[in-house]
């Protein structure tokens, strides 16, 4: 079992960048697939990204699709988001999540470990 911390969020104009980061603990978190969920207020928690174990496969939104990018360091047992030409909608707490499988996933019921989140605020 891993435990995941995220960091990086914060307030950032419409067009500008951020990058989450989100340390997991525990010696196999590279065998897990991680993703990135985000939930506005009053909304679902929803899917945004995922990536493979060996960082070779990767699968986004449609809605952040060319502007964000998901990578994993798993020497540093470390998992990032890379959010480029951010827009208001991007509004919402993140959270990073993983799975233990080699399959990605884009349902929230396929991962069963969740950060505590960050929060995102974008500007317009």
């Known amino acids: 079992q891993v435990q995941l911390v995220e960091s990086g969020g914060g307030l950032v104009q419409a067009g500008g960048s951020l990058r989450l980061s989100c340390a997991a603990s525990?010696?196999?978190?590279?065998?897990?697939?991680m993703g990135w969920f985000r939930q506005a207020p009053g909304k679902e928690r929803e899917f945004v990204a995922t990536?493979?174990?060996?960082?070779?496969?990767?699968y986004y939104a449609d809605s952040v699709k060319g502007r964000f990018t998901i990578s994993r360091d798993n020497a540093k047992n470390t998992v990032y988001l890379q959010m480029n030409s951010l827009k208001p909608e991007d509004t919402a707490v993140y959270y990073c999540a993983a799975q233990n499988s080699l399959a990605l996933a884009t349902m929230t019921s396929e991962y069963n470990t969740w950060g505590q989140g960050t929060q995102v605020t974008v500007s317009s």
């Open positions: 990536i493979s174990w060996t960082g070779a496969n990767t």
């Open positions: 525990g010696r196999t978190f590279s065998s897990y697939t």
